[in-house]
């Protein structure tokens, strides 16, 4: 039987940059057929459609979250991958209750709000303050403290929509930092313009971790229409007093990386990695963010594993507690950051389609990385640069020198919907999943070393 394998000139030379630009390499024609098959692929549907509708929201650490473990571990064992288990770890787990907020002065009226992740509580009967509002994060960090001292702060930061989710980076200070600068001023309570760019009635959560040594204080975040609202309330120049109820606790408790595999023809080779994160906030069922990631991934795999057998072995991971710190990524670096990775990637922007590969593979496999981006133009993806890549989870392990990929969304939209109720199956075109799907299976074609056809593998029960 013929075998589809990579020629090892395409790995081991590497022409000039001006020569390689001009005739970037040749496909090989298995790479090329399992990236077009992959565009009919339902795979990624499936997994998207079934976490989202039979488990549902998956806030890190609760009960949910566990039963979207057992879930993930039943769908990869059907799916025919090895080795399917699980990594524990404990972790502090927070978990919302009651939330509200109204401005009761000068013009009584209420506010959509949502408790950012690790909110102190202000218990069932709220708190009542006089609001001082601020532009930006930059002038709270400013301000005199005697001007925020047993106040309500509110930041308005408003972000600027982009297709890479660049400007999420500088505008989310106000959510990241924002909390614990004003509890270091003296306030009472923060509530801060949604990170997002959707003009909803929905705020955007998401994670906020108070610094060491500063007093946990209720923070919130206001949807957009009502961060706007408070902003002009401000703007007339009187005094303004706000009652905000947000009800939370946190306890401890454990999450966990669910992880299965595509064995590889050389069992001392270091494995492709491809991530996604299981958890999602409890506002939305985490369609976008992400079981899209999780059915991307776990759908490249699975067409990789149907065709043959990789001289690499794959690793599949979907990390645990992603939203609330990176729990599931640094617990997978404590296990395993010190042995080889052939490259790790992961995904977690949506299901846009993808527009742009990066890669840090390192210069002695630039033709590598070369042949990469001609397999995925087909798909309108532009080749990026080689030095750089990205990820959340795996963010500390590309920072520690593993080599990585990153496969980039389209997320003109996404912030629309981050972190929000609105994070809905319905906001997944399937015609970019599989799109997406496509990029993954070449990207594991190449990385992988190349496939060796063999029998179709049995379903696993």
């Not at 992959?38 to 949910?64: F, K, M, Q, Y």
């Not at 001289?311 to 296990?335: N, T």
């Not at 742009?356 to 798909?379: F, I, M, T």
């Not at 992988?448 to 593998?457: A, D, K």
């Amino acid at each position: 039987m013929k075998r589809f394998l990579l020629p090892a000139a395409l790995l081991a030379v590497a022409l000039p940059a001006a020569a390689q630009q001009a005739s970037p390499p040749a496909v090989p024609a298995y790479v090329a057929a399992l990236r077009d098959q992959a565009l009919r692929d339902d795979h990624a549907w499936n997994i998207t459609e079934g976490l989202t509708t039979e488990v549902g929201p998956r806030l890190a650490g609760t009960e949910a979250e566990a039963r979207a473990r057992n879930w993930a571990v039943a769908k990869l064992r059907t799916m025919g991958f090895a080795n399917v288990r699980v990594d524990t770890f404990d972790m502090p787990v927070w978990t919302r209750g009651a939330e509200s907020a109204a401005i009761v002065a000068p013009f009584p009226q209420p506010l959509a709000i949502a408790a950012l992740g690790n909110s102190a509580s202000t218990g069932p009967q709220g708190i009542t303050g006089e609001v001082v509002g601020f532009d930006n994060l930059a002038a709270l960090e400013a301000a005199p403290d005697a001007l925020v001292r047993g106040k309500i702060v509110f930041v308005s930061h408003a972000m600027t929509r982009t297709q890479d989710g660049s400007s999420y980076g500088f505008f989310g200070g106000a959510r990241r930092q924002g909390p614990s600068i004003a509890s270091r001023k003296g306030a009472i309570g923060v509530v801060i313009r949604s990170i997002g760019t959707d003009y909803h009635r929905n705020p955007h959560t998401g994670v906020q971790s108070f610094a060491a040594g500063v007093r946990p204080i209720p923070a919130g975040a206001l949807s957009i229409p009502d961060a706007e609202q408070l902003q002009r309330v401000l703007q007339r120049g009187r005094l303004v007093r706000m009652r905000l109820t947000l009800v939370s606790q946190t306890s401890r408790g454990g999450s966990g990386n669910v992880i299965a595999e595509v064995p590889g023809r050389d069992p001392r080779a270091a494995p492709v990695l491809v991530g996604c994160h299981l958890d999602s906030w409890d506002l939305g069922t985490g369609a976008v963010d992400d079981a899209a990631g999780c059915g991307i991934v776990t759908a490249a795999a699975k067409r990789i594993m149907d065709a043959g057998r990789p001289l690499r072995p794959i690793r599949v991971l979907w990390f645990g507690a992603e939203e609330v710190g990176l729990f599931g990524g640094l617990d997978y670096q404590k296990r395993y950051g010190a042995l080889p990775h052939h490259a790790i990637a992961e995904s977690d922007f949506g299901a846009g389609r993808v527009w742009n590969v990066d890669s840090k593979l390192g210069k002695d496999r630039e033709a590598e990385a070369r042949l990469l981006q001609a397999a995925v133009a087909p798909l309108g993806i532009v080749g990026g640069g080689l030095d750089e890549a990205g990820g959340s989870d795996i963010g500390p392990m590309i920072a520690a020198g593993v080599p990585a990929v990153e496969l980039s969304q389209d997320g003109t939209d996404y912030f629309d919907l981050h972190h929000t109720p609105d994070d809905t199956l319905d906001k997944v075109d399937r015609e970019a999943l599989r799109q997406n799907v496509a990029a993954w299976t070449a990207m594991l074609a190449v990385l992988s070393g190349g496939i060796e056809p063999g029998p179709r593998r049995s379903r696993r029960r």
